[in-house]
């Protein structure tokens, strides 16, 4: 318990009356010594010396002798007796002593030891007020936690509450109601973006998992645990090509949902072309929904000059082969990582990007995208919108893709950075859900 237990020290006399201050652990003694279990007594009481001569001469009888042995035996026996009471009444005293001392260190209002350091993973049990909020400042505005009025540390899991947030229960980290009992397939495919890896989708596959589907994220070339040197891919085709070996190797009549976050969309639907009936449903997470015969850089050209700047400032273009020659990938300014692609994000999500993201190959950006009616058009797509607080597609490039390349339908995630599986993972969770409920469209 962190404390040494201690009791007034043994010096005073034994029959001596204790001050109530010493029973009540509150002693005011400057010496004080560690507790023992079986105190020593440093006054004990000696047995008188007797001194019985043996002489001839001597005018006690042999009767009077063995009385007087047995009164000595007796005396002896009450003296030993009452020194054993002694010390059973100084035993129960500084048990006592004891006991009150480490009770004045334990808190009144505890059931249990004394406390522990709270953790910086605090489940508050109800959400801040809007005072409090103020009070307590924008997580996206420091990485360190901060205290909040409740006393508490601050979580260093969620990040500042928006007014749109749904107020969840302590320890509630999917909505109970939702079933898939009627779904039309049980499996989802999710294709990570530009730099990321399958790594970033692992609080997306837990929530969907406890829903009872199967999950894999695909890491694609050069990506996550890929040892493929980014810089040496030349094609759109072969930054997919574990996806497309995922593809292969379903059964026949197997079906999934396939899930893409930004660049990831231009590699889901190079899939989409290729394995159309093994795709019940598509859903692109603010990610490049291409038209036919447009190349992602194409999409990215279109948008608006605000956020030119900072798109520049964050990308760094590497050359391989040299200068003199185009960029072979692109990679990230990490210390800008948190203001361009997770504003909303936790701090500990915003760490594990900063030490895995990767560079992105440039060949396959600047590759034109060919998709027919026939088999990418047949696929249900659906677009999730993340809304401001998305710097890398801002809503404008995103209405734009969502105008020019109509999905069947749009959900909106709001409070979201470019990363909702990092800054709002069951809301997202509840739109995949969602989506993945909707009955298959009867044939015509």
């Not at 997919?240 to 379903?250: G, I, N, Q, S």
């Not at 919108?385 to 734009?400: F, I, N």
């Not at 409070?415 to 469209?441: C, M, T, W, Y």
Request: glycine share 4%; charged share 20%.
């Amino acid at each position: 318990m962190g404390n040494s237990l201690r009791c007034i020290s043994q010096e005073q006399d034994p029959n001596q009356k204790k001050p109530s201050s010493v029973v009540n652990g509150n002693s005011s003694e400057k010496h004080v010594r560690r507790l023992s279990l079986i105190p020593s007594f440093r006054r004990r009481t000696l047995l008188p010396s007797l001194s019985c001569s043996g002489s001839s001469t001597s005018s006690t009888s042999k009767k009077g002798g063995i009385k007087t042995k047995k009164k000595i035996r007796e005396r002896h026996h009450q003296e030993q007796h009452h020194h054993d009471h002694e010390k059973d009444s100084l035993i129960q005293d500084q048990t006592l002593a004891a006991t009150n001392i480490l009770f004045s260190q334990t808190p009144r209002n505890s059931n249990s030891a004394p406390p522990f350091r709270r953790s910086t993973s605090v489940v508050y049990t109800q959400p801040p007020t809007a005072a409090v909020a103020a009070s307590v400042g924008s997580v996206s505005g420091a990485l360190t936690p901060k205290k909040s009025t409740y006393g508490y540390v601050r979580s260093s899991s969620n990040r500042q509450r928006s007014s749109t947030d749904p107020v969840l229960k302590p320890n509630q980290l999917l909505d109970k109601e939702l079933k898939v009992e009627g779904a039309e397939t049980k499996r989802f495919v999710l294709v990570h973006g530009g730099g990321f890896g399958a790594w970033c989708w692992y609080k997306t596959i837990t929530l969907l998992e406890k829903h009872g589907f199967q999950v894999d994220a695909v890491d694609l070339t050069g990506s996550g645990v890929s040892s493929f040197d980014t810089n040496n891919i030349t094609s759109l085709a072969q930054y997919v090509k574990p996806l497309l070996h995922f593809f292969d190797t379903l059964k026949p009549t197997e079906k999934v949902i396939l899930v893409g976050h930004d660049f990831g969309g231009a590699c889901m639907s190079y899939a989409m072309e290729m394995y159309p009936s093994k795709i019940a449903k598509a859903i692109f997470i603010s990610a490049a929904m291409l038209a036919n015969a447009q190349s992602t850089l194409d999409l990215f050209n279109q948008q608006p000059d605000s956020n030119y700047d900072l798109m520049e400032q964050v990308h760094l273009f590497l050359y391989a082969n040299g200068k003199k020659n185009p960029p072979t990938a692109v990679d990230f300014d990490r210390s800008l990582l948190r203001d361009f692609f997770f504003n909303q994000s936790p701090p500990k999500d915003v760490a594990l990007a900063s030490v895995s993201m990767r560079p992105i190959p440039f060949a396959p950006v600047v590759e034109k995208l060919h998709v027919s009616e026939k088999n990418y058009g047949s696929i249900r797509r659906f677009y999730i919108k993340t809304m401001e607080d998305d710097y890398a597609v801002p809503v404008s490039l995103q209405d734009a893709m969502i105008k020019s390349n109509p999905p069947e339908q749009v959900f909106h995630l709001k409070g979201s950075d470019h990363a909702p599986f990092f800054s709002r993972p069951q809301s997202l969770n509840r739109i995949l859900v969602e989506i993945s409920q909707l009955p298959p469209k009867k044939s015509s």
